[in-house]
């Protein structure tokens, strides 16, 4: 019962601030397919204990994403999202060694440099690429490696459809199809790593009604933006994911005691 009702001592300002963090972060990938968590984490976890923060975060992806798949009408690009689950899958494994032998800050500047150097590449480019399975499975295996070590597993995918120029719609449901599937990837992981956090669980239970409207708030929004200009918010986002990333890991360089550090011993 008393994870029914969520503690009483996390009804409070936090609580609101975290909601409203939510909310503006659903809206933010209602318009542009990602972004969520880039915004989403980082305050969240100066807000609330980590493993509240992850489990909550993981409820409310699983629906934001499901809610984007629902109001999304147009088709998903079955022809590169199969590509991207069978690659992304054996990059996850992947990237698990890599974190047990790379350290943190390492990845997380060298994904953060090549995701700025590829969006700015595109930025810049308006050639439009081929869609093929070699990309595709690179695209998916590389974002697989940064999800099971970093948590990044949006901008390969995001630079990978931009640079193919898809349709914004699909553009965002195969997006939202793809962050489903790392979703339920991740929810067995925890389960499997006994990392099920009962709180986190009823605090992301709490903010599906926000996280429903402001799908269809960003959803609606993005109905109003052109093709050129989504492209253009779309490659920002990435850049300052990447920026976001650089940034982090330098910033951990400063703290030599944090595990970020240390090569991971799980």
Not at 53 to 78: E, R, Y
Not at 198 to 209: D, F, S
């Amino acid at each position: 019962m008393t994870y029914i009702i969520i503690n009483i001592n996390m009804l409070h300002s936090t609580i609101l601030l975290f909601l409203l963090i939510v909310f503006i972060s659903a809206i933010v990938q209602g318009i542009v397919g990602f972004g969520f968590a880039l915004i989403a984490v980082p305050i969240g976890l100066s807000l609330l204990n980590k493993t509240i923060v992850l489990n909550a975060i993981l409820i409310i992806g699983i629906t934001l994403n499901l809610a984007l798949i629902v109001k999304n009408k147009k088709n998903v690009a079955f022809s590169i999202i199969k590509d991207l689950f069978i690659s992304s899958l054996a990059g996850i494994v992947v990237g698990i060694f890599v974190l047990k032998v790379v350290s943190t800050v390492i990845l997380l500047i060298s994904a953060g440099v090549l995701i700025v150097l590829f969006s700015m590449l595109l930025f810049f480019s308006n050639k439009k690429g081929k869609a093929n399975r070699f990309s595709n499975a690179i695209a998916g295996f590389i974002s697989g490696i940064l999800n099971s070590s970093t948590g990044l597993c949006g901008p390969p995918i995001a630079l990978l459809l931009t640079h193919q120029h898809v349709n914004k719609d699909v553009y965002k449901k195969t997006l939202s199809l793809f962050f489903l599937y790392m979703n339920c990837i991740t929810i067995f992981l925890y389960g499997v790593g006994s990392l099920i956090d009962k709180q986190g669980i009823v605090l992301g239970i709490y903010a599906i009604p926000f996280v429903v409207i402001a799908a269809i708030i960003g959803h609606k929004i993005s109905e109003i933006v052109n093709m050129k200009t989504f492209k253009i918010i779309a490659l920002i986002l990435i850049f300052l994911t990447g920026l976001t990333s650089i940034y982090k890991g330098i910033d951990s360089l400063y703290k030599p005691n944090t595990p970020t550090t240390q090569k991971s011993t799980k």
